[in-house]
């Protein structure tokens, strides 16, 4: 695997891919790499003959208040993985190669962006989807792949990629779940003891869902009752939303008929942790 932190070393090597007839996936994340991310990576593999990772931890999808500087950087061991998972190209470029001097575009995702996260979060999709669209644009990749754990960055990717023609496929891979069935999360570490013994509760949720859909129940508020009770059963979680949304569109479904999506976010002490589960009959 080689390490690439400039623009024009890495277009000399996807240059040089593409003279091959190569096809490229592209995998981005901000590091602190677990096995969510190297399935990521896998899926990745599987579709095509050269892997692309990138590497940065992008400032504007954090508000000023958020975890930016806390956010963990293990550079060295998440090399180790990426070359471990079969990825040809570590691409960790600095703030200045993303955002040069004088950078003025940004992207304002509408649709699936508006609502859930972005109501928490207002400046995230901006951050997110501008510094997508600038990575699409220095890998020129054939695919990318984004984790179903944030969905709705999924739908929101998917659609900036339709909308501006980019040439990208944007492929979703299932969550990674630990044994205990929490969402694998580069800011799980932020959890201590007692938090992380209560994580859980946040899936048992989603699966108390599940299994009342198994049963026949449709009604959504009876549906969202059911995560709800499960995650107020664990003292130190703040639930900030959760709602059952049209798969691809993002919308609420009052009655949930063939399939539909839970998500949620909530608190953990002072970790935000969201998730989800497909409902389907
Ligand atoms: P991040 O480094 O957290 O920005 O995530 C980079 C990519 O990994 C995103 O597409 C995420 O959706 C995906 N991802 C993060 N956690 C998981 C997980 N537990 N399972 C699957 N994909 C994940």
Redesign the pocket.
Known sequence: MRTIQNGSALAAEIASYRAAGEKIAF??????L????L??VALARSRASRVVASIFVNPSQFAPHEDFDAYPRPLARDSELLAGAGCDILFAPDRATVYPPGFGTWIEPQGAALGFESAIRPHFFRGVATVVARLFGLVHPDLA??????YQ??LVIRRMARDLDLGVEVVG?????EADGL????RNIYLSGDERRQAPRLHAGLVAARELFGVGERNSDVLKNAVAREIAAAPSFELQYVEIVEVDRFTPLPEVDDRGLVILAAKLGSTRLIDNLKLER
Not at 145 to 150: A, I, P, T
Not at 173 to 177: D, N, Y
């Open positions: 995998v981005p994340t901000m590091g602190a677990h096995d969510g991310h399935s990521l792949v984004f984790g179903e754990k944030d960055q999924l891979c299932p969550i990674v779940r969402a694998m999360s580069s």
